[in-house]
């Protein structure tokens, strides 16, 4: 090394080379010194002796640790880790040397590493991608000066970069012409059940992008720089993020690497990562930056909390759901089906619209209330269908309600004019130019080029106000999936004779001939599909239908269906035989799921009340329509029942535990 008081030596397991070499080749491409040599297996007595010297004097020893270090106890690279140990015993305490990394899911606490390395910083680079931050931090150790800024007339040269495929990218679409920042690489997704391959689960982890609005009237070249969030994985079943104001803060919720769950905000010009709470879901930021607010679903509550951490403060009684803070301090969220409005300070919500069941509305969403605080953006939802929602935008002053945009979700004003929104099966976001006075549509939307992944009908992603668009990826296939069987541990054996498209449920008949299939597309609805021949049948026609649950016998499906605004359960013979039967009439402000059929014909089901809010599980009579109620619990949200075979125990999930509850269960 020509300077071996800068220099940087990696250490690494032969599987890992890969990764390593792409560490080393970020290192050095901004001037940092890396001994990296590929010929490292070459082994005698010299190369023992070099590297020896070089670990006696490098400035940062970087151990790379993986699932080939761990599973390997012999190596060479542990001869190193040793040397590096022993060397940083005579180090004076305080003074970086050791920089382990990983660079897949291995925990930092069960690294098979010397003790001196668990008392340092970790980093996680997935597969071995460095983003800046890492880079200006090795340097910062090193105590190395920061390469010259560029001149100005190189500045001005639009930059030759590469796209998802790796061609030179330019979205000439987009009249915003946005610049793209990559962030978060999240942990890999967990697999559907059901038989269902999802081809997003396909992938290994998930990264989210930050777009930023450009100076208007100036040419902005597309960008793409990668900043990942690690050690922290963005929550698989909770998915949801939020930008600050600013565009300087990250909030999100996931888990660290001791799989510590809660709510994150990261500073998106450091690596500071502060946890806020310990539980909660859908995270937003006060106009200030100062606060965040959540739902704490244990408590059924909005609360607040400081950006920094702290005590969490009571807003109201409300269960998860969207949010956003107006510069008046008031704080508008969705609670259930409509959205409503509180103070800062808390206090009792008030609404703020109400369900035109004339229209067939059954859930106003996703509200965002723009900068001046005059208009409120939500998406209004007749059935769950890609053709069943639009962008509606409501005037605080009068109440008065217009169309922005159909067919999307999840609408964000961005400066100077533009409404962004999630729409359809590919998972898409769109922009439509608005007038900012009044958010009607000038022209026509446009793809903005990238897929954003949801999770739970949640499309994740947000837009500051300083016009910072932070997503998590998604496939450019979107909700599109195949139907595969699988085995017990997990391995695939063929695929089902019926086409792509996006499934999202699957019930096997009890006699396992027939396959029951909720395919969200321009509606929702429900197809059967036998096993013994290709192809799908439609089994309802006409409104959403959801949720469906297989009778004893397989004659029947019960389900829940979506009409006119109103969720009620019906029940269908298999065989074509009869039109749907109406089982428990749709009431405003509730919600009803089938859960399973008993022996004798009657139905566990789940109802939420809007008022509360709570969910209770009942035993419903076909016949009479009576409803009994099951599970004396103390608890007010009970949900996903499922009945033994033999009619003897139900189990179900409720607020009490995280784990199912087993009850058992008498005719």
């Given at each position: 090394m020509s300077e071996s008081g800068k220099a940087v030596f990696l250490s690494y397991a032969s599987q890992d080379a890969d990764a390593a070499r792409r560490i080393a080749q970020a290192l050095r491409a901004e001037g940092i010194e890396v001994w990296f040599d590929e010929s490292a297996l070459a082994g005698g007595e010299a190369w023992d002796a070099s590297i020896r010297r070089q670990i006696r004097d490098c400035a940062l020893f970087v151990a790379i640790v993986s699932a080939h270090t761990q599973a390997r106890k012999?190596?060479?690279?542990?001869?190193?880790?040793?040397?590096?140990?022993?060397?940083?015993?005579?180090?004076?305490?305080g003074t970086p040397f050791v920089l382990p990394v990983i660079i897949d899911g291995t925990k930092e606490r069960d690294a098979l590493v010397p003790k001196s390395f668990l008392g340092v910083q970790w980093t996680w680079l997935p597969h071995g991608e460095v983003p800046p931050g890492f880079v200006a931090r090795v340097r910062k150790l090193l105590g190395a000066p920061a390469p010259p800024a560029p001149r100005p007339d190189a500045m001005a040269q639009p930059p030759q970069v590469s796209g998802p495929a790796g061609a030179p990218f330019r979205d000439t679409r987009s009249p915003l012409r946005p610049s793209w920042l990559r962030l978060l690489p999240s942990g890999p997704t967990l697999a559907r059940g059901m038989a269902i391959a999802s081809a997003a689960s396909l992938l290994t982890a998930a990264a989210a992008w930050l777009w930023f609005r450009p100076v208007p009237g100036t040419?902005?070249?597309?960008?793409?720089?990668?900043?990942?969030?690690?050690?922290?994985?963005?929550?698989?079943?909770?998915?949801?993020?939020?930008?600050?104001?600013?565009?300087?803060?990250?909030?999100?919720?996931g888990t660290d690497v001791e799989s510590a769950r809660g709510i994150y905000v990261r500073r998106l010009d450091s690596y500071e990562v502060v946890r806020v709470t310990e539980t909660g879901t859908g995270p937003f930021f006060s106009p200030d930056n100062k606060w965040v607010a959540f739902w704490d679903n244990d408590q059924k509550k909005l609360k607040k909390v400081g950006a920094t951490g702290g005590?969490?403060?009571?807003?109201?009684?409300?269960?998860?759901?969207?949010?956003?803070?107006?510069?008046?301090?008031?704080?508008?969220?969705?609670?259930?089906?409509?959205?409503?409005?509180?103070?800062?300070t808390g206090g009792n919500p008030e609404p703020v619209t109400r369900l035109d069941l004339s229209r067939k509305e059954f859930r106003h969403g996703f509200p965002d209330v723009t900068p001046d605080g005059k208009w409120l953006l939500l998406t209004v939802y007749t059935g769950w269908g890609w053709d069943e929602m639009q962008i509606e935008a409501l005037s605080l002053a009068t109440g008065a309600?217009?169309?922005?945009?159909?067919?999307?979700?999840?609408?964000?004003?961005?400066?100077?004019?533009?409404?962004?929104?999630?729409?359809?099966?590919?998972?898409?976001?769109?922009?439509?130019?608005?007038?900012?006075?009044?958010?009607?549509?000038?022209?026509?939307?446009?793809?903005?080029?990238?897929?954003?992944?949801?999770q739970n009908f949640t499309p994740i992603y947000d837009v500051s106000a300083s016009g910072t668009l932070a997503y998590v990826a998604g496939d450019p296939r979107g909700?599109?999936?195949?139907?595969?069987?699988?085995?017990?541990?997990?391995?695939?054996?063929?695929?089902?004779?019926?086409?792509?498209?996006?499934?999202?449920?699957?019930?096997?008949?009890?006699?396992?001939?027939?396959?029951?299939?909720?395919?969200?597309?321009?509606?929702?609805?429900?197809?059967?599909?036998?096993?013994?021949?290709?192809?799908?049948?439609?089994?309802?026609?006409?409104?959403?239908?959801?949720?469906?649950?297989?009778?004893?016998?397989?004659?029947?499906?019960?389900?829940?269906?979506?009409?006119?605004?109103?969720?009620?359960?019906?029940?269908?013979?298999?065989?074509?035989?009869?039109?749907e039967t109406e089982l428990l009439a749709g009431s405003e402000g509730r919600r009803v799921l089938p859960g399973a059929w008993t022996s004798d014909g009657r139905l566990v089901i789940q109802i939420m009340e809007a008022q509360g809010p709570t969910s209770d599980l009942w035993l419903l009579d076909p016949g009479s329509g009576k409803l009994v109620t099951l599970a004396d619990l103390p608890s007010s949200w009970e949900f996903g029942p499922s009945l033994s075979p033999n009619n003897q125990w139900l189990a179900f999930g409720s607020d009490l535990s995280r784990i199912h509850a087993v009850e058992s269960f008498h005719d």
């Amino acid at each position: 090394m020509s300077e071996s008081g800068k220099a940087v030596f990696l250490s690494y397991a032969s599987q890992d080379a890969d990764a390593a070499r792409r560490i080393a080749q970020a290192l050095r491409a901004e001037g940092i010194e890396v001994w990296f040599d590929e010929s490292a297996l070459a082994g005698g007595e010299a190369w023992d002796a070099s590297i020896r010297r070089q670990i006696r004097d490098c400035a940062l020893f970087v151990a790379i640790v993986s699932a080939h270090t761990q599973a390997r106890k012999e190596g060479y690279f542990r001869l190193e880790w040793k040397l590096a140990d022993e060397r940083s015993q005579l180090i004076a305490e305080g003074t970086p040397f050791v920089l382990p990394v990983i660079i897949d899911g291995t925990k930092e606490r069960d690294a098979l590493v010397p003790k001196s390395f668990l008392g340092v910083q970790w980093t996680w680079l997935p597969h071995g991608e460095v983003p800046p931050g890492f880079v200006a931090r090795v340097r910062k150790l090193l105590g190395a000066p920061a390469p010259p800024a560029p001149r100005p007339d190189a500045m001005a040269q639009p930059p030759q970069v590469s796209g998802p495929a790796g061609a030179p990218f330019r979205d000439t679409r987009s009249p915003l012409r946005p610049s793209w920042l990559r962030l978060l690489p999240s942990g890999p997704t967990l697999a559907r059940g059901m038989a269902i391959a999802s081809a997003a689960s396909l992938l290994t982890a998930a990264a989210a992008w930050l777009w930023f609005r450009p100076v208007p009237g100036t040419e902005q070249p597309v960008t793409r720089l990668t900043a990942p969030i690690a050690p922290f994985h963005i929550d698989d079943i909770m998915s949801d993020l939020a930008l600050s104001a600013d565009g300087k803060l990250l909030a999100f919720v996931g888990t660290d690497v001791e799989s510590a769950r809660g709510i994150y905000v990261r500073r998106l010009d450091s690596y500071e990562v502060v946890r806020v709470t310990e539980t909660g879901t859908g995270p937003f930021f006060s106009p200030d930056n100062k606060w965040v607010a959540f739902w704490d679903n244990d408590q059924k509550k909005l609360k607040k909390v400081g950006a920094t951490g702290g005590p969490a403060i009571d807003l109201c009684t409300s269960k998860d759901g969207h949010g956003t803070w107006a510069p008046d301090g008031l704080i508008y969220f969705e609670n259930f089906t409509t959205i409503q409005k509180v103070s800062e300070t808390g206090g009792n919500p008030e609404p703020v619209t109400r369900l035109d069941l004339s229209r067939k509305e059954f859930r106003h969403g996703f509200p965002d209330v723009t900068p001046d605080g005059k208009w409120l953006l939500l998406t209004v939802y007749t059935g769950w269908g890609w053709d069943e929602m639009q962008i509606e935008a409501l005037s605080l002053a009068t109440g008065a309600r217009h169309v922005v945009a159909r067919g999307g979700e999840k609408a964000r004003f961005v400066a100077p004019g533009y409404v962004v929104y999630h729409r359809g099966a590919k998972d898409e976001l769109f922009a439509i130019p608005v007038d900012h006075r009044s958010l009607r549509p000038t022209g026509a939307a446009v793809p903005l080029g990238e897929h954003v992944r949801a999770q739970n009908f949640t499309p994740i992603y947000d837009v500051s106000a300083s016009g910072t668009l932070a997503y998590v990826a998604g496939d450019p296939r979107g909700a599109e999936r195949r139907l595969v069987w699988k085995d017990r541990t997990g391995q695939q054996r063929e695929e089902l004779a019926v086409p792509p498209r996006p499934y999202m449920d699957a019930r096997l008949s009890p006699d396992g001939r027939t396959a029951v299939l909720q395919i969200r597309e321009s509606n929702t609805e429900l197809w059967l599909h036998s096993l013994s021949r290709p192809g799908l049948v439609p089994f309802t026609r006409g409104g959403t239908s959801i949720f469906p649950v297989w009778s004893h016998d397989g004659r029947r499906i019960a389900f829940t269906g979506i009409r006119n605004g109103l969720w009620g359960i019906y029940a269908k013979s298999v065989d074509g035989t009869d039109q749907e039967t109406e089982l428990l009439a749709g009431s405003e402000g509730r919600r009803v799921l089938p859960g399973a059929w008993t022996s004798d014909g009657r139905l566990v089901i789940q109802i939420m009340e809007a008022q509360g809010p709570t969910s209770d599980l009942w035993l419903l009579d076909p016949g009479s329509g009576k409803l009994v109620t099951l599970a004396d619990l103390p608890s007010s949200w009970e949900f996903g029942p499922s009945l033994s075979p033999n009619n003897q125990w139900l189990a179900f999930g409720s607020d009490l535990s995280r784990i199912h509850a087993v009850e058992s269960f008498h005719d």
